[in-house]
């Protein structure tokens, strides 16, 4: 009898890790794919925080702006120079958010790309907070004088220069925070507003302004009269804009990111007073310089004044309503990364627990086969001896016979059972069948 | 329910045996011997010793074990 024991491969694995390797592998696109679809929001995420951050730097900005031209407007329509009063709250209100805005920048400069070198780099050099800060200086020591007309006309030139500074800022930060590329139709449209309509609008006024004043103290003449109408259509397009901007946004809001709980509430009230002041003061600029009705200066820049506060207003509650769908936007996105992440999770979490499932129905009958023939040897060698021991005995015991042969055919039953089985699992019923009716003939007969 | 003497015996035979087969050898010995699991007593198994020895021997590669059982069976 042999006595060499078999050998096992350790380097072999078993079926069950065979499985559970089958199942890594086929989670490891899955996982790539999630990580892909997650990366995907990350950008879509960024670009809209970079675009709140464009947003507030130009809050201040756009109060700089309005209180420059509402500066040069209180300037243009003072008379006597007797305007020192109204000019200080201007000056003010100018000063403390230029501070604002640079405190601002300081947080934000480098995503905005409004450090002093950046802009330098792009040939804007005179937009830095450091160069405006000088230059409104210089215009907060010529408003000290404005006694004669012509320190006023010097001033008011100043106001619409740095004006015009803060536009092409206004302008810049909307490129670099890609407030100007927002990819949502009513985020798109309410920038729209912010970003263009409303600094072009207040330009408007200031222009319409300058030249209603003109031909008022000059008494009327045929080019004033042409320019001013002229100003009047292009301030009138800009009103038309931003009413059909903000109607485009209302009416995209439901269909980006769900709705905006504030905006049509908060928004219309402003657009509406916005409209309210437009009207007057465009209805108040037709009679200027036709005779009909006297109009004052006074009474124009009292009228642009209000038009410009009421703009003002209205791009205040623009941006604020901006930053809601802004927030909301990355909150729609955050959300969507969590989901593709957790259900990518959870088809893993499936697939395994099937795998576990399947591996387990695939290992049970080799577990049994594996535990019919392990004692089976032990069985055949220990019968073959007792056997050869029997077949040189005098007095074989037919009792130990007996016993051995019913062991053995015990284990013969059980093996077909576990190969039946086997095949059953590898093969299919019908291999099983077939291999029941080969198994029937000889043995049986 | 098996009685306590099949319990006792089973248990001694899974010490050398894998429970499960020791339960198959000792039911085909059993029915041969024409006893229950429920029924069998000490004295049974005395009487019958010889033969669960020599079924589950089968069992056991290692001769001094094999000898072993035989010897516990004995004194059971």
Redesign the interface.
Same mark, same amino acid.
């Given at each position: 009898m042999s006595t060499d024991k078999p050998t096992v491969d350790s380097s072999r694995s078993s079926v069950s890790t065979k499985i559970f390797l089958i199942v890594a592998i086929f989670s490891l696109p899955i996982g790539v794919l999630a990580y892909l679809l997650a990366a995907n929001y990350t950008p879509q995420i960024e670009s809209a925080q970079t675009e709140i951050s464009g947003n507030a730097a130009q809050k201040p900005l756009m109060t700089v702006l309005y209180g420059l031209l509402s500066s040069k407007n209180i300037v243009e329509g003072c008379d006597s120079g007797a305007c020192g009063e109204e000019l200080a709250k201007q000056t003010n209100l100018i000063s403390g958010s230029l501070e604002a805005a640079k405190s601002q920048n300081a947080q934000y400069a480098t995503d905005l790309k409004t450090t002093n070198d950046e802009l330098a780099k792009k040939d804007h050099k005179d937009l830095s907070f450091d160069a405006l800060q000088a230059e409104w200086k210089g215009l907060t020591t010529a408003g000290a004088n404005i006694a004669t007309p012509a320190a006023r006309g010097e001033l008011a030139a100043g106001y619409e220069r740095m004006a015009g500074h803060i536009k092409q800022l206004v302008s810049y930060v909307g490129d670099s925070s890609s407030l100007i590329l927002d990819p949502d139709l009513d985020s798109y449209y309410l920038v729209d507003v912010t970003l263009l309509g409303v600094p072009e609008t207040i330009t408007h006024i200031d222009k319409t302004g300058a030249i209603a004043n003109k031909l008022i103290a000059g008494g009327s003449n045929a080019v004033d009269q042409a320019a001013l109408a002229g100003e009047i259509d292009l301030l009138q397009q800009s009103v038309d804009r931003i009413i059909a901007s903000n109607k485009t946004t209302f009416d995209a809001d439901a269909a980006n990111h769900g709705v905006s709980p504030t905006l049509q509430p908060k928004l219309s009230g402003a657009l509406k007073e916005f409209q309210s002041a437009m009207a007057s003061y465009v209805a108040t600029l037709k009679t200027v310089g036709t005779g009909s009705t006297q109009v004052t200066a006074g009474a124009v820049a009292a009228q642009a004044a209000s038009a410009q506060k009421a703009t003002l207003d209205y791009w205040n509650t623009g941006a604020a309503e901006l930053d809601t769908l802004l927030n909301m936007r990355i909150t729609d996105f955050q959300t969507g990364r969590i989901q593709a992440l957790g259900y990518s999770a959870l088809a893993v979490v499936v697939a395994t627990i099937i795998a576990f499932l399947i591996g387990r129905s695939i290992t049970k009958p080799l577990q049994e086969l594996v535990r019919n023939l392990g004692p089976g040897a032990t069985l055949l060698g220990v019968s073959v001896e007792r056997i050869a021991e029997a077949s040189q005995s005098k007095n074989p015991s037919p009792e130990e016979a007996a016993i051995i042969c019913e062991e053995l055919n015990a284990h013969a039953e059980n093996m077909r059972s576990a190969v039946l089985e086997l095949a059953r699992h590898v093969e299919g019923s019908s291999a099983a069948s077939r291999l029941v009716s080969e198994s029937t003939g000889p043995a049986h007969s | 329910m098996p009685s306590p003497a099949y319990n006792h015996l089973l248990s001694l035979v899974s010490l050398y045996?894998?429970s499960?087969?020791a339960a198959?050898?000792l039911a %085909?010995?059993l029915t $041969?011997c024409k006893l229950t699991a429920d029924t069998i007593a000490s004295a049974d198994i005395k009487a019958n010793a010889? %033969?669960f020895t020599? $079924?589950c021997?089968?069992?056991?590669?290692d001769s001094v074990k094999r000898e072993e059982l035989k010897e516990r069976l004995m004194a059971l």
């Open positions: - | 045996v894998d499960k087969k198959e050898v %085909r010995q $041969a010889s %033969r020599t $079924a021997g089968l069992y056991i590669a």
